[in-house]
């Protein structure tokens, strides 16, 4: 053995180039799967280990301190953990729960309503709370404020909240719970200060895979309490869901990225080895002459090519890791810290087995071509002329038109038809990602600028709430102003309320609009929009959670009050809890309410910032907000989509490359031939180029359509994910002069991918080549 | 266009060293048009490095190399390219032509670099393997050709721009005596027909046959130069 790793080593050395460029390929190949695999991984379970991992509660619950007492429910627990078949696994509780109001301190902590649970420490039998900055509360006075583990929230820490007829409160920690089981937690003395009426009581039950699990549990769990003792409880199934439907709206992309890098590795490992291997026959036949038997020379020959394949493996495995993490965190933003984002150790192993198992795969088939060929055909391989291939194509070529460095360049392909197709399935799926990441920056654009509302609503004026500034305006007077400001165009008013459905359990928003609200850039898929009493339009996902369509009655009730509405269109929205309704809908409900903000959008070229400032000048008690332009979540995919691309656009590139080195190794002595009769340096640089350019060319004629389907797919299972029906100018991005311009993508591709290795054959001793043969 | 007795190559105080290793050392001569000049000497004694230095195939270390009136030192690689184009057409002892092209395409080829219409290129080419004896083999690939008829293609292909001096490097050296002998001929044919003619070559009969001067060369250095009477 000690003789085939002499051999091998000695092997890799005397090829630096292709053992560099294999090494590098696998490289870039191992860092593209590592950080497949990686998001991969996050897009489908991360959830299950977060919540495994902070022992997650299966049921928080709400009961009412009026109806049920402390010492009550921990006794309920007790009777029910004795039994000879606990239902319950761990319980944490009993937590005082109280609701507070807090001013506006100007920093990432939006004023408004706060639940505060009062817990001792961040620990416990259930919902171990991710503490992962500051401290937790240790005396009154001091508040853990519920955030994803973000740096840009550290500002919080060290602020002061001011609640609304209570103490003033330090932030002195932040923390996440995978259960949401808070938006903040102080110490148990701190919330009695506060008038809890709710008890938290969290319960991990032994049975929890169902709802039916889960109701059951909790009906064994409060059927010695008051019936009116339990207000309310949520279920782990919810959050995960509502979790998973950020995750799997990545999910579709992110595989068919992973697809994608694994087989342009699988395509590029492949080439570069039968490449090598052909490259290597003449070896092979010394080794044979010398002694080696054919399975010494295949050994030999496979540690050739996995030395530096598997150093590549190794450093694309380190790389990839240190990759994905930002990437993650990127993709996953506001929801990574919580759910807990890693790449797997299974995704390690697998690509440490994995990419190497590919390249000895990969290696085998011309290794065993190499096994049967005697010694002496061996050795021959190359000094003998070999019949020529592609004959066809050189001679049609050879009377051609065209300049004879190029007609040489189109016809070099066809010299070795293996190759040239696993380059060409390298370039088409390159070709395929350029197509199918524009298409996904053009979908999530035109998603974000719906979402956005981007050119329908340039701010939104927020009416003051009882803890800032009230206006002195009634509705009316707020209406007239806006409408008086110099550049308005439309303005709606909005009223947002928690509602209830009759007959459904749970509250979900409604927003009241009055005005110009069908200049506010809803898209509908279906229906129509509002344009009078009793009438609702409602998300996609909204209609897919409750089973309702367009057409269907509903019943809205507030309060004592109810009212009937009709579902009178299918809005393009992600939200499953929000219904948009006709402003005298809420008049027959209340005929008080009035609206909680107003929706402007001013006449092209207006300074927004002016505005604004000019409505707080007219009336104090409006809070004017500039509407955001961008979607995160947009921005997100369209990142990583771009990463991608540029990984896989690479990792295509050195296919090229590497066919291009191979492709002058072999040629030497053609090449030195050439330029010995005349041929210029410009000459051959335009022959090997054309020769990947042909490919490149047809590459961006298949890919292209590739790329255009896998979008289709791709987008269409990203908006099912969320809940939405596909609208066409989500699918349809692309006009036929665009896809065109986009098919020379691959000449592109394959030119840069050529050009390096092509300017070194131009530059390449015709005397030192000539003497090799 | 050269006319006889002008000088064509002309070589000053040639110098090539590769590292510690003198390949040429001081060699001046000159060659006139219409000449068949054969270079002889042992293995290793520059000979093929001369050759190589006259086409313009490398640089050398010190002096200069003159052909055809330009001075080969002072030129880009790319006018050097042009150069051996139009001024040189080169034989190799191992034929050197392209598998993947039939005998016509490897002839035309050289033609066509210079930007000739393919279709005429391939009728120069067709006259020329006429000319040589081999038209009928010319859509024939140089896998399936005996050494005899590579060779031939490859004068033709040397011959194709109409060079102002054809180099040829041991050009029956890998060929039969029977085979080597048709090479002769050839060669003879083309110098009567007043082709300027270098042979590198240990074979003397070669350079007796072919050959109206022979230089000598040992350890890189000229040490004889003798006129040959031509045997038919």
Redesign the interface.
Same mark, same amino acid.
């Given at each position: 053995m000690r003789a085939v790793w002499r051999v091998a080593v000695a092997a890799a050395r005397r090829r630096r180039l292709q053992s560099t460029v294999l090494a590098v390929v696998v490289m870039c190949s191992t860092v593209a799967i590592v950080v497949a695999l990686g998001l991969l991984e996050a897009a489908s379970a991360p959830f299950d280990r977060t919540f495994a991992e902070q022992r997650g509660a299966h049921v928080v619950a709400a009961f009412d301190r009026a109806v049920v007492s402390d010492d009550r429910l921990v006794q309920t627990v007790e009777k029910q953990t004795s039994e000879d078949e606990p239902a319950v696994e761990a319980v944490a509780g009993p937590f005082g729960q109280a609701v507070i109001t807090v001013a506006d301190i100007g920093q990432a902590l939006p004023p408004g309503p706060l639940t505060v649970v009062g817990r001792a420490d961040p620990g416990g039998p259930v919902d171990r709370v991710d503490l992962w900055a500051g401290r937790w509360a240790g005396k009154p006075g001091e508040i853990v404020v519920s955030r994803p583990a973000e740096p840009f929230f550290r500002e919080l820490l060290g602020a002061t909240v001011q609640a609304e007829g209570g103490p003033r409160l330090t932030i002195v920690g932040l923390a996440s719970s995978v259960s949401r089981t808070a938006e903040a937690w102080v110490t148990p003395d701190q919330v009695q200060a506060m008038s809890p009426k709710i008890t938290q009581m969290l319960y991990r039950f032994t049975e929890a895979d169902t709802d039916d699990d889960l109701q059951k549990a909790m009906t064994g769990m409060t059927s010695g309490l008051p019936g009116s003792a339990l207000l309310d409880w949520q279920s782990y199934l919810v959050v995960k869901q509502d979790v998973a439907r950020t995750a799997s709206a990545y999910l579709p992309f992110l595989t068919g990225f992973g697809i994608l890098g694994l087989l342009v590795a699988v395509l590029i490992v492949g080439n570069v080895v039968s490449g090598a291997v052909v490259a290597g026959q003449r070896h092979i036949g010394m080794l044979k002459s010398l002694g080696f038997t054919p399975n010494q020379v295949v050994a030999a020959y496979l540690t050739m090519v996995l030395l530096p394949g598997f150093a590549g493996c190794l450093v694309g495995t380190v790389l990839g890791g240190l990759a994905a993490q930002p990437l993650l965190r990127l993709v996953f933003q506001g929801v990574g810290s919580t759910i807990g984002l890693g790449v797997g150790v299974w995704a390690y192993a697998v690509t440490l087995l994995g990419v190497p198992a590919v390249v000895v795969l990969a290696a085998l088939i011309p290794a065993s071509r190499a096994h049967r060929l005697s010694a002496a055909q061996a050795i021959s391989a190359g000094s003998a002329p070999r019949p020529g291939r592609g004959r066809r194509v050189q001679r049609l070529l050879s009377g051609a038109r065209l300049p004879r460095s190029v007609s040489l360049g189109l016809g070099l392909p066809f010299a070795r038809p293996g190759r040239s197709a696993l380059t060409l399935a390298a370039v088409i799926i390159g070709v395929a990602t350029v197509a199918l990441a524009s298409g996904l920056f053009r979908t999530m654009t035109a998603y974000g600028d719906t979402a956005q509302r981007v050119g329908h609503v340039h701010t939104v004026i927020h009416v003051g709430r009882p803890d800032q500034t009230e206006p002195k305006l009634d509705d009316a007077g707020i209406e007239a102003l806006l409408r008086s400001q110099p550049g308005v165009r439309y303005v709606t008013a909005d009223a947002w309320i928690d509602i209830h459905l009759a007959g459904r359990p749970g509250r979900i928003m409604a927003q009241f609009l009055r005005g110009d609200a069908e200049t506010r850039g809803d898209v509908l898929v279906a229906g129509r929009y509002l344009s009078g009493p009793g009438e609702v339009v409602a998300p996609s996902a909204f209609l897919r959670r409750f089973g309702l369509e367009v057409g269907d009655r509903l019943t809205l009730a507030l309060g004592e009050a109810h009212t009937s509405a009709t579902i009178v269109g299918e809005a393009m929205d992600t939200s499953n809890n929000l219904i948009m309704v006709s402003w005298p809908t809420l008049t027959a409900l209340d005929p008080d309410k009035r609206p909680t903000q107003y929706e402007v959008r001013l006449a092209q070229g207006m300074d927004v910032e002016k505005f604004n400032a000019a409505v707080k000048t007219a009336e104090p008690g409006l809070y004017p907000a500039t509407k955001s332009q961008i979607d995160e979540s947009g921005v997100a995919i369209t990142t990583s989509t771009s990463i991608f691309t540029l990984l896989l656009g690479m990792v295509a590139m050195l296919g090229v490359f590497n066919t291009v080195v191979l492709s002058t190794h072999e040629r030497r002595r053609d090449l030195a031939v050439l330029k010995s009769i005349g041929m210029t340096p410009r000459q051959v640089t335009v022959m090997m180029v054309t020769s990947m350019a042909a490919l490149g060319a047809f590459g961006g004629l298949l890919g292209v359509p590739m790329g255009v389907a896998a979008h289709r797919v791709i987008v269409l299972a990203m908006l099912d994910a969320v809940g939405l029906t596909a609208p066409a100018f989500l699918l349809d991005v692309w006009q036929v002069a665009e896809l065109i311009v986009l098919m020379p993508a691959g000449v592109a591709m394959a030119t840069l991918g050529a050009f390096v290795p092509a300017r070194s054959a131009a530059r390449m001793t015709i005397v030192d080549a000539l003497h090799t043969e | 266009m050269t006319t006889e007795g002008e000088v064509v190559v002309r070589l000053e105080r040639l110098r090539k060293h590769y590292g510690e290793t003198v390949a040429l050392d001081d060699v001046s001569l000159e060659i006139r048009a219409g000449e068949a000049v054969a270079v002889m000497g042992p293995s290793g004694c520059g000979k093929s490095t001369l050759l190589?230095m006259i @086409?313009g195939?490398?640089r050398p270390t010190s002096g200069s190399v003159t052909v055809h009136g330009e001075e080969l030192s002072t030129l880009s690689?790319?006018r050097l390219? $042009?150069f051996?184009?139009?001024r040189i057409g080169?034989v190799?002892q191992?034929f050197? $032509?392209? #598998?993947?092209?039939?005998a016509l #395409?490897n002839v @035309?080829? @050289?033609a066509? $670099?210079?930007?000739t219409?393919?279709?005429h290129a391939?009728r120069r080419a067709l006259d020329l393997l006429d000319e040589l004896g081999i038209a009928d083999r010319a859509d024939l690939?140089?896998?399936v050709l005996s050494g005899g008829e590579?060779q031939r293609v490859a004068v033709a292909? @040397?011959l194709m721009?109409r060079p102002a001096v054809l180099l040829a490097d041991e050009p029956t050296g890998a060929l039969d005596s029977h085979t080597g002998e048709q090479v002769m001929d050839l060669l003879l044919d083309l110098h009567q027909l007043g082709q300027t003619l270098l042979l590198v070559t240990h074979d003397e009969r070669l350079a007796q046959r072919c050959a109206s001067r022979v230089i000598a060369i040992e350890d890189g250095r000229v040490t004889g130069e003798r006129a040959m009477e031509q045997s038919a």
């Open positions: - | 190589n @086409a195939l490398d690689e790319t390219a $042009l051996r184009r139009h080169m190799f191992f050197n $032509l392209i #598998d993947d092209l039939s #395409d @035309a080829l @050289a066509q $670099l210079t930007g219409s393919a279709a391939r690939y140089p896998a590579r292909r @040397a721009n």
